[in-house]
């Protein structure tokens, strides 16, 4: 079995969304099943690269240039299915260069777990959404998709607090707050698969918050640190903009990301 870092690398360098998800689901039921019977397998140390490969399609354009989607009409609903796998795709990365690059720290064992079940579970979420997007006749790589989505990864290229506070904390939140909404307009649509596929990713969300918050919160307390001040500097130092209200509160909570670390972010305009 490889070291879990240079199953991360491999998972980095793995161009095809399809490829990408499928290699990420196999190295994850390996990690676990090497666990299930009690190993500790070896971490290694990774050399990931700057940006994960990407297959050539979708074109990456700067989100002002992606064309506005309207919810209401079908072709708009694939451009929202189009956006989510987008964003499935690169947080398979994000977990993946979460653990290649910060892996090899000295942390409980874990942490690895959890991460490598965030990797798998935003696996699975990319495929149900293709399956979706295929369904309409559509797929992942027809319509452009925001670049910039790795920005957060490499401005925190060095900084493994502040990629705990900018990608589970905050965009891995935002996801919360604005999942339920859009399997509102999946229901109205009577679209049952897009329903199902979004009512899995809100659950195992919820899971990934809270891991980055348990982490946190776990690094804070082993150094010393008043982890809400030094989030809201993270935050403000890698995150560009304010935090968009409203918030899920509830789910939130369920994460372990409480209203004083948010609401002092929150967008003021
Ligand atoms: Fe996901
Ligand atoms: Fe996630």
């Known amino acids: 079995m490889k070291s879990l ?60 240039d992606v064309p506005k989607r309207k919810p209401g009409t079908p072709e708009g609903r694939t451009a929202i299915l189009h956006a989510v796998a987008h964003i499935e795709l690169n947080a398979v ?18 942490f690895h777990d959890d991460w490598v079940k965030a990797a798998d579970e935003e696996s699975k979420h990319f495929n ?17 998709a925001h670049a910039g989505m790795w920005r957060a990864a490499e401005d925190t290229i060095d900084d493994f607090m502040g990629r705990l506070a900018v990608v589970p904390m905050v965009l891995e939140a935002r996801g919360l707050d604005v999942t339920p909404g859009m399997i509102k307009i999946f229901q109205n649509a009577k679209d049952t698969q897009a329903v199902e ?25 082993r150094d010393n640190l008043d982890p809400t001040p030094l989030f809201h500097k993270l935050v403000k130092t890698y995150f560009h903009g304010g935090l968009k209200p409203p918030f899920n509160e509830e789910k939130r909570a369920e994460a372990g990301i409480p209203p004083d670390f948010y609401w002092p972010l929150a967008d003021q305009r």
């Open 93 to 110: 990365d994000l977990h993946w260069d979460l653990l290649a690059r910060f892996g090899h720290l000295d942390l409980p064992i874990g």
């Open 197 to 221: 596929a979004m009512n899995v990713i809100y659950a195992e969300e919820v899971h990934h918050v809270a891991y980055g918050s348990k982490w946190f919160h776990f690094l804070c307390g």
């Open 128 to 144: 149900l959404i293709s399956d979706c997007l295929e369904n309409t006749g559509s797929f992942y790589g027809a319509m452009p």
């Open 5 to 64: 870092t240079e199953m991360a690398c491999d998972v980095l360098n793995t161009a095809d969304g399809r490829e990408k998800t499928a290699l990420s689901r196999r190295y994850a039921s390996q990690w676990q099943a090497a666990r299930a019977e009690g190993a500790v397998p070896d971490i290694g140390k990774g050399a990931p690269p700057l940006r994960p490969a990407r297959p050539d399609q979708p074109q990456l354009l700067d989100p002002r």
